[in-house]
C-alpha cells in the first residue's frame, strides 16, 4: 500500500515497485483517511505500507496514530515512512514508534527497495 497526497510521488514509486516486482498488487491511495478507513473495514490487510510524512490532511504521524486505534491485525505489516523531509525531529520521531519499520528518504530506487529489511 502507498499512501502519499502527490499523484506524481504515487506514480513514480508505483512503477518502480512494479519495475522491481516488489509486490503482487499495490493499492494506492492519496487520501490517509480513505487508507484508514479501508484497513479498518478489513477490505485490505497489506503486508508493507510506503507512508508520506507531510499530507494536508492528516500527517503521516497522525495516520499512525489512527492505525494504533484500529481493532485490527497488525501483525506481519511493515510501515515505512517515505519522505522527502530531513528534519531531525520527523526522523526522531519515526524511530520511537512501534509500528515503523524504517524512515525511507525520497525518491524510493531499486537499491534503497534491495535494503529495505
Known amino acids: 500500500m502507498l499512501v502519499d497526497d502527490n499523484y506524481i510521488d504515487n506514480f513514480v514509486t508505483r512503477r518502480l515497485l512494479e519495475s522491481s516486482q516488489f509486490a503482487e498488487n499495490i493499492i494506492v491511495t492519496e487520501s490517509p483517511t480513505e487508507a484508514i478507513e479501508q484497513l479498518g473495514k478489513g477490505e485490505i490487510k497489506p503486508d508493507v505500507i510506503f507512508l508520506d510524512i507531510r499530507m494536508p490532511l492528516m500527517s503521516g ?43 525511507v528518504h525520497k525518491p524510493l530506487t531499486h537499491k534503497i527497495l534491495e535494503e529495505l529489511p
Open 61 to 103: 504521524f497522525e495516520f499512525l496514530e489512527a492505525y494504533d486505534k484500529l481493532n485490527i491485525d497488525k501483525t506481519g505489516t511493515k510501515i515505512f515512512l517515505l519522505s522527502s523531509s530531513f528534519d531531525p525531529t520527523d526522523i526522531k520521531r519515526s524511530t520511537g514508534n512501534k509500528y515503523i519499520t524504517h524512515f
